[in-house]
Each structure stands twice: as C-alpha cells, then as structure tokens.
T-cell receptor, first 114, second 111 residues
Framework: NAGVTQTPKFRVLKTGQSMTLLCAQD?????MYWYRQDPGMGLRLIHY???????AKGEVPDGYNVSRLKKQNFLLGLESAAPSQTSVYFC?????????????FGPGTRLTVL | AQSVTQLGSHVSVSEGALVLLRCNYS??????LFWYVQYPNQGLQLLLK??????LVKGINGFEAEFKKSETSFHLTKPSAHMSDAAEYFC?????????FGAGTTVTVRA
C-alpha cells in the first residue's frame, strides 16, 4: 500500500495564479484532511471531509476550496494565490470510527508564492 | 474543544541523555492525546497515543508518555537519545474526528 500520497511535492507560484493540490489514499478511509504547517504554529486544519461528496471548513479555510468527488481523493484548490499561502501543505486520512483512531499523513507539498 | 500547549520550541540533548518533551492539555473529559514525530522533509508519523486504557503509554523507537490527569499533562520521554531522534515532535488532542496540534518542539541531538 502506498498510504497517503500528495502531488506535487514542490511548486512555485506567482501571486494571483491558481493551482490544485491532489491527495490520494488507498486505505479506504472515510475521513480526509488538509493542513498547513508554518514555523512555530504547528499544523492548522484548512478543510476536511467526512465522506465522498462532503466537505467542511476547518480553522483556516479562507482562500482555499476543496472537493471530494471520489472517496480516495481530496483536492485542495487555491484560486488566486497570495504570498501568505506560502507554506507546507499536508494531507491526512483516517478511518471512520473512534476518536482515538490514527490519522495517517502524506509527505507534504512545499508551496512558495512569490 | 480540546487544545494542547507544548512547552519549549527547541530542546537540545546530548546523545545518550534523557529526552523530555512537555505537553499540557486543556481540561476536558475524556482527553484523547497523541504524539507525532516529523523527520526532516517528511510527513508526520504516529509515535504513540493515549486512549484511557493505561496512563503509561509505550510507543515506537523507545519513546513513552505518561498521562497525568492531576497535572493535565502528557509528557513524552526517551531514556537515552540517539542521533536519529533529531526531529520535530507534535502533541495533539482529538476533538471529535479532528486533531488540534501544539506548536511543536524541535529536538537537536549533540554527539
């Protein structure tokens, strides 16, 4: 099993450009998450999904959109990138079940917005 | 909602010395707590988790954590640091099916 994979690994954008980050998991997990990681701030939840066709806002959703058209994929979109969105983005997934169930993380996407 | 606070953004230890990373949670019943490790340029990997089954939780790579309700703490320890323990460590609390992360502690191991 590949677990959680993210595409691309690195990307440089100019202000105002758009892009989509792809997350894929092969563990048949119901729940999927997008986080951003910034120095000294830990991981902050952007959006999440509790099942195919459903999405919800997390802690820092502004400037991002998401879609979960297939159970195994969770897309994060930036419609008009801003320098404040320079960050490392992580996707995670977990099974539907107990609150103690583990979230599994992808390797991350490093995004720079100039 | 549960939240966690990690005391100390950087910890430096000598190889073979004790590693102690501090995490305190906001009081709520019951707390479900996790420790994750992030090696350079990688994603997060679960070290261990507290599920209320036992207050002393053993994880991978020789790490363990003790849940202390009276102190609202879940500190992470390893008796003898190895160079390979150099990484960033995150404490997290479960809020329903979401996690709230602390700011992280970077561990440096000196030879």
């Amino acid at each position: 099993n590949a677990g959680v994979t993210q595409t691309p690994k690195f990307r440089v954008l100019k202000t105002g450009q758009s892009m989509t980050l792809l997350c894929a998991q092969d563990m048949n997990h119901e729940y999927m998450y997008w986080y951003r990681q910034d120095p000294g701030m830990g991981l902050r939840l952007i959006h999440y999904s509790v099942g195919e066709g459903t999405t919800a806002k997390g802690e820092v959703p502004d400037g991002y959109n998401v879609s979960r058209l297939k159970k195994q994929n969770f897309l994060l979109g930036l419609e008009s990138a801003a320098p404040s969105q320079t960050s490392v983005y992580f996707c995670a997934s977990r099974a539907r079940g107990l609150r103690t169930d583990t979230q599994y993380f992808g390797p991350g996407t490093r995004l720079t917005v100039l | 909602a549960q939240s966690v606070t990690q005391l100390g953004s950087h910890v430096s230890v000598s190889e073979g010395a004790l590693v102690l990373l501090r995490c305190n949670y906001s009081s709520s019943v019951p707390p479900y707590l996790f420790w994750y490790v992030q090696y350079p340029n990688q994603g997060l990997q679960l070290l261990l988790k507290y599920t209320s089954a036992a207050t002393l939780v053993k994880g991978i790579n020789g790490f363990e954590a003790e849940f202390k309700k009276s102190e609202t703490s879940f500190h992470l320890t390893k008796p003898s640091a190895h160079m390979s323990d150099a990484a960033e460590y995150f404490c997290a609390a479960a809020n329903d099916y979401k996690l709230s992360f602390g700011a992280g502690t970077t561990v440096t191991v000196r030879a």
